[in-house]
T-cell receptor, first 113, second 111 residues
């Protein structure tokens, strides 16, 4: 099976812009989680989707949003970018509604100038 | 919310020695504890996990122990090899799909 795919792998934006990141989970997996990884804060949970519904959300401002499509692919959007949003954004694929094992993609490296 | 603390932040061992990384968690409702290995330029990879109804789990050179009473869990790597060098993260979860990570341990195994 192909692994988790994230596009783009690298992205450079300027403050105030918005960005959309994409994640394709492992075939057959219906749940997707998103995480932000920074040197200072480490890995932090953003949100999780199952069957196009957001089931849980981390402690991030409303500028961070996401969605999931009927084919399980997911996107996350960050509006009004700030310098502090520079991070590696990781997507994880989860097989079922309650399965615990999360398979991570390689991430999207976002740099905000 | 759940708070996971991980120690040490860096660990250097010689090839063949054992390495131990320890984590504590704050929420007694957490019931799933995975460990991830992250190599440079890659996403985290699950190496072993343990659930709250189990005290210890082993997979070849890797083992994890869980003490629910004390709310801590540990990763043990025996017979370390240079390819074990990476950053290791522990995590705790109540829901299973929202992981709360520790800050990571950078492990260096020198030949």
């Amino acid at each position: 099976k192909a692994g988790v795919t994230q596009t783009p792998r690298y992205l450079i934006k300027t403050r105030g812009q918005q960005v959309t990141l994409s994640c394709s989970p492992i075939s057959g997996h219906r749940s997707v989680s998103w995480y932000q990884q920074t040197p200072g804060q480490g890995l932090q949970f953003l949100f999780e989707y199952f069957s196009e519904t957001q089931r849980n959300k981390g402690n991030f401002p409303g500028r961070f949003s996401g969605r999931q499509f009927s084919n399980s692919r997911s996107e996350m959007n960050v509006s009004t970018l700030e310098l502090g949003d520079s991070a590696l954004y990781l997507c994880a694929s989860i097989e079922g509604a309650a399965a615990n094992e999360q398979f991570f993609g390689p991430g999207t490296r976002l740099t905000v100038l | 919310g759940e708070n996971v603390e991980q120690h040490p932040s860096t660990l250097s061992v010689q090839e063949g020695d054992s390495a131990v990384i320890k984590c504590t968690y704050s929420d007694s409702a957490s019931n799933y504890f995975p460990w991830y290995k992250q190599e440079l330029g890659k996403g985290p990879q699950l190496i072993i996990d343990i659930r709250s109804n189990v005290g210890e789990k082993k997979d070849q050179r890797i083992a994890v122990t869980l003490n629910k009473t004390a709310k801590h869990f540990s990763l043990h790597i025996t017979e370390t090899q240079p390819e074990d060098s990476a950053v290791y993260f522990c995590a705790a979860s109540i829901t299973g799909y929202a992981l709360n990570f520790g800050k990571g341990t950078s492990l260096l195994v020198t030949p």
